[in-house]
């Protein structure tokens, strides 16, 4: 338990002093089988709908929710622009307590967005700190050993990219979710 409370205090430090960070939930529940709704592309691994969980590598993601805005707008009024148009992605991720190591900056490492013409499209560092000086910052949950983090994750695509989809990667194992855009 103290492990776990030192884990959290840890990670909320240091979600104060960066880009949105990742922290752990209760995995020792039995999960639902969602396979039966998932689709597999031989090219492009696992497609997962929007809202629905998959495992990748030690963690556990669900993609809540997508949104695609021109600029994302400061506490002083001063929007930053999107040289295309930004991404905005709500996500949780599970780290279980298996996990030793917590990097804050994992979550952003294992996301990049994939369009219907194979460009691929990484976190946008600027996108991301514009989103985090507006007030979006993670949201931290503990249940027993587990930690989860409802976080953020900003991409930068042209707006005449069609068919978004999220790539989650971990070594060899990934997912696509269907973003809906």
Excluded at 104 to 121: A, F, G, K, M, R
């Amino acid at each position: 338990m103290k492990r776990n409370l030192l884990l959290l205090v840890l990670c909320l430090a240091i979600a104060m002093f960066t880009l949105p960070a990742c922290v752990p939930e209760k995995m020792t529940e039995e999960k639902e089988d969602s396979s039966a709704s998932q689709k597999k592309d031989s090219d492009n691994g696992t497609i997962v709908k929007l809202g629905e969980e998959c495992d990748v590598g030690e963690l556990r993601w669900t993609i809540l929710e997508a949104s695609k805005t021109p600029s994302i707008q400061q506490p002083d009024n001063q929007p930053v622009f999107a040289r295309g148009e930004y991404v905005i992605v709500t996500l949780d991720v599970v780290f279980p307590a298996e996990v030793s190591t917590i990097n804050p900056h994992v979550v952003l490492e294992q996301l990049e967005i994939v369009d219907s013409d194979n460009n691929i499209y990484e976190p946008d560092e600027e996108g991301q700190d514009a989103l985090t000086k507006s007030g979006k910052l993670p949201e931290f949950d503990s249940d027993n050993d587990n930690l989860t983090v409802k976080t953020y994750a900003v991409f930068d695509v042209d707006k005449e990219a069609k068919d978004l989809r999220l790539r989650i990667e971990d070594r060899n194992d990934f997912r696509l979710v269907d973003l809906e855009l």
